[in-house]
């Protein structure tokens, strides 16, 4: 019953938002701060019902009462969510596309595309050559260490898939060149080992083509197969390439009585993959502290924007920093434990300290998705599907890998915004939007 209560109140507050922002916004887009509290309501109010059904056991990291984690879980949901409910603007986002004429388009995106494999090649170099994908992945990614800005050559690819979907009118072979991009984009996956950054392309296509096409059946079907096909090959993922580390070994195949350990041992690592805000806000908040100041994380966050190449001796990424203080166990088997943004926030600053830079936080990403959304202009109409995307890794794993991610698209935005104005393109703004007036002051720069 506790976990129903946890999941009505979690699906309350996203039902909340999302009726605000619908009522704020009359133009079909998906907004970064929808994402961002829908991302926090599902793993809040999920996670408890499978522990309930026992499809998922609560996690033993937590000392506390699992279900008392949930409701502290909830607590910051439903803070965040009324600075997002204060915050919301009463006009709405502009219905923005792009136009490039004739075949410039395919030049676009071709430059595009060779940037990608361009930067595909020089990791690859990096890694070891042709025979890296022959490597584990721990040794994969001990190689790539200090490779982060050659990756921005790698992520121009996604951004010119992006670059196309905002385009309304393609040819057939335009679209061609745009799935070729994302493509290439995908597979560096088998190179990088990292999941989530085909979820943030997957993401920011949805975002794009919403903005663009609206919301249609196709879409909504193409999102579902999607969904269904992403949590099995997650799964699979956690199971089989990271075999001897702590998924590894928590695996159990069978059991002969009710098949439940089998559930357990598919559904279990997604959920602790993915949806674990509950387990790190809970290890956070068991200190007890109404207000603190701990900056080690920010500070982390920030140095792990520098290369190691340039300042060897930097602090350790925030991430680094909260698996070995509340997951030691779990570093020393090889597995990081990054903070959830409730986590984070209850660490750095106490229990109601935490609240109120929550409540502040969802204030200013709300203010800020409006104003990305609304703002006329190439880089911000390129870079706002991404910046949704990054919103997710915000609420999953905290400052760190958000700053992160979020850099390494600008400079990828910056590089292919360069192309796409090479190739003249402009931005068809929607008649009675907030931006026509201020494009036609300033123009699309």
């Known amino acids: 019953m506790i976990a129903l209560l946890i999941l009505f109140v979690a699906t309350t507050a996203m039902l909340i938002v999302r009726i605000t922002l619908l009522r704020a916004s009359s133009a079909p887009s998906i907004l970064p701060i929808g994402l961002f509290v829908g991302y926090l309501a599902v793993a809040t109010g999920v996670v408890p019902v499978l522990w309930v059904i026992g499809w998922a056991q609560p ?104 670059y196309g979907a905002l385009h309304a009118d393609k040819t057939t072979r335009q679209r061609m060149l745009t799935w070729a991009c994302g493509l290439v984009y995908a597979a560096s996956t088998l190179l990088t080992g990292s999941r989530f950054q085909v979820i943030v392309l997957a993401v920011a296509v949805i975002c794009a083509h919403v903005r663009v096409n609206g919301w249609s059946r196709r879409l909504k079907a193409g999102v579902l197969v999607t969904v269904l096909a992403v949590v099995p090959l997650s799964t699979i993922y ?72 340039v300042w060897p001796a930097k602090p350790e990424g925030a991430a680094t920093q909260f698996s070995r203080q509340y997951f030691l166990s779990k570093w020393v088997d090889g597995t990081g434990v990054p903070p959830s943004i409730f986590a984070e926030f209850f660490h750095s600053f106490g229990l109601f300290g935490g609240l109120a830079a929550l409540l ?77 007036s201020e494009q036609a002051r300033s123009g699309a720069r």
Not at 123 to 145: I, K, M, Q, W
Not at 403 to 416: D, W
Request: net charge neutral.
């Open 59 to 162: 996690w033993s990291e937590i000392a506390s009462d699992p279900y008392l984690a949930a409701s502290v879980t909830t607590l910051a949901l439903l803070v965040t969510a009324f600075g997002v409910i204060l915050a919301c603007p009463p006009g709405r986002v502009s219905e923005i596309s792009l136009r490039t004429p004739g075949t410039k388009l395919d030049v676009a995106l071709f430059g595009g595309l060779a940037v990608g494999v361009l930067g595909y090649l020089v990791l690859a170099a990096s890694a070891g050559g042709p025979v890296a994908l022959l490597y584990t992945l721990a040794d994969r990614r001990e190689l790539l260490a200090g490779t982060g800005p050659l990756r921005i050559l790698l992520i121009v690819s996604a951004v010119a898939c992006i």
């Open 360 to 436: 502040l936080l969802g204030i200013l990403l709300t203010r800020l998705s409006f104003w990305m959304m609304s703002r006329p202009r190439l880089y911000w109409t390129m870079l706002a599907p991404f910046f949704a995307a990054d919103c997710i890794q915000l609420a999953k794993g905290g400052s760190d890998g958000f700053l992160r991610t979020l850099v390494l698209h600008i400079g990828a935005v910056m590089i292919m915004v360069l192309i796409a104005r090479s190739a003249g393109t402009t931005l068809n703004v929607e008649p009675g939007s907030p931006a026509t």
């Open 238 to 309: 956690g199971l089989e390439v990271r075999t001897g580390l702590t998924y590894g070994q928590e695996v159990e195949w069978s059991d002969p009585a009710t098949g439940t350990v089998t559930i357990n041992s598919l559904v279990g690592p997604f959920v602790r993959g993915g949806l674990d805000t509950i387990r790190t806000t809970g290890v956070a908040a068991a200190k007890q502290e109404p207000f603190a100041l701990n900056p080690e994380l920010a500070v982390g966050s920030l140095a792990n924007l520098v290369p190691r190449s």
